[in-house]
């Protein structure tokens, strides 16, 4: 979808290997590969974790001064320095100056949100005016469903995922008894084939063709929370309102993850979080999209103050002037604190581009996958040999930084054994461990240093 002009990863680093004389799993072609990073710089901007602070290490295993190997931005990314001098600016100017502050200062509180929405344009591919940020995913999920979910006698469904996260699940089961639909024929739910881990283009185009007079609304993830694959959103938009659907996507984990062109592909709603990939902190303040073609024809079923017009706010006339489009679902003053973090994450997105973070990305994961299949792939001439497995697609085009792996041995000792070593990333039912080397703050050291860490995990978790 947007690789096609970033070079596939193996033949970069046989290139690379080539040229130092060295063979791909040397130590060498990681420091070379971080010295020649453009990006390296950007480490800086975070606190990384040691690995003396994290409560499971065992210090007899690591060096405790040391950086842990922090592969979890998929789940929690890291904090960034600024956070705590925006925070302590706005605390100060609310203890010195109280309810002034609304009005005045770097950020004025009325319009926290909109100081830095300017940030986000780049990151989704959207128009200012289509990007909102406002309140937590699945509230804005909620926002979107109540607007675009208007399910007639013959237009009912709405078509997601059958392993789709939780939040998402719920907040569709719920929307449609809402509306007082029968649950059970109104979500439709795509799963793999039977022995596969991640879904099929054409499978999921040929339900959209087949069932499409029937679906009101297609609600898919941008990257999937546990396989990593990164669908095709222009395709999924595409398919699905040629036959009448709307076609929303809930980008969690893909937003600072993979390129997006939102406004381009037409995409009608999605909204994410913004303390994975984004690094904006737990309970983040979250983003919401609505394409500028519905500006004027979409509105929020549910509306409160902030949804009406700045001129015209503080009137207190009691007639809603709205705001067109996606600022009009705003309901509440936006929460400064929240603003602060997020700006501080998203000046650093500001300093680089998607295209330029994506193109590191694809060759630190591909290097973490030569490594993992180098070492351990399945060897059928030695059947007590561990080995790992790749749930999440190989193709460049069909994830982002992240690969699940699930194993031949018990995933949570080697999970526990990772913990010890000082390795942070996380396991999600019902098999897999998640990894996700980010490219703003994670190195190809970091991989190499992981590989080394899964090598003494296996083995200690073997004998056990
Ligand atoms: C992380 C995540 C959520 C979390 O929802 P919140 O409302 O932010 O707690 C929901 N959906 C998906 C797909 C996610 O990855």
Redesign the pocket.
Known sequence: MDSTSHELPMRTLERTASQLGCSLTDEKLALYLDEHDNLKNFQECFHIPKMKDLPLIDLSLVNEDENSIYLLGNSLGLQPRNVKKYLEEELEKWAKMGGYGHEIGKRPWITGDECIVHHMINIVGAHKDEIGLMN????NLHLLLLSFFKPTSTRFKILLEAK??P??HYAIESQLQLHGLNVEKSMLMIKPREGEDTLRMEDILEVIEKEGDSIAVILF?GVQ?YTGQLFDIPAITKAGQAKGCFVGF?L??AVGNVELHLHDWGVDFACW?S??YLNSGAGAL?GIFIHEKHAYTMKPALAGWFGHKLESRFNMDNKLDLIPGVNGYRLSNPPILLVCALEASLEIFSQTTMKTLRRKSILLTGYMEYLIKHYYSKDKTASNKPFVKIMTPSHIEHRGCQLTLTFSIPMKSVFQELEKRGVVCDKREPSGIRVAPVPLYNSFHDVYRFIKALASAISAAKLK
């Not at 937590?136 to 509230?139: A, P």
């Open positions: 937590g995913l699945t509230v789709a996260f939040s998402d993830s929370f809930d969690a984990h979080c303390y994975k979250a």
